[in-house]
């Protein structure tokens, strides 16, 4: 059974970057799709990003498009979501979660996998 672990979060200013990382304990995360999501105040969870397993093929949401970038980093075991550019709107809890299937792209939006493999989440605020 996976154990997701999400690092990297903190404070930064607008226009900073942060790199996430999405690790499991058993080292078997290469053969999981992962997709990021994040939930702020108030707000509903949203996908952020997702790479597929199966091609490698990446998704994102309008609006960190050019801004974030997913990857996966097979020695590591790991996929790290790098994010360039923060805004103040980005502030939130990160997750990331894992499926067999692909990336659930709906009309552009990455979609939340039916999975139960979600780690505990890392806070990201961006603010001066």
């Given amino acids: 059974q996976l154990q997701l ?7 930064v200013q607008p226009g900073g970057s942060l790199r996430l990382s999405c690790t499991d304990s058993g080292s078997r995360l290469n053969s999981y799709t992962i997709g990021w999501f994040r939930q702020a105040p108030g707000r509903e ?14 998704y994102y949401a309008d609006s960190v498009k050019g801004r974030f ?19 103040a709107e980005d502030t939130g809890v990160y997750y990331c979660a894992a499926d067999l299937i ?21 806070q990201v605020t961006v603010s001066s």
């Fill in 69 to 87: 970038t997913i990857s996966s980093d097979k020695v590591k075991n790991a996929v790290d979501l790098q994010m360039n550019n923060l805004k």
């Fill in 5 to 11: 672990v999400e690092s990297g979060g903190g404070l």
């Fill in 102 to 122: 692909d990336c659930l792209v709906v009309r552009g939006k990455v979609h939340a996998f039916p999975t139960d493999y979600w780690g505990q989440g890392t």
């Fill in 45 to 58: 969870r949203e996908g952020v990003s997702c790479i597929n397993r199966r091609d490698g093929k990446t």
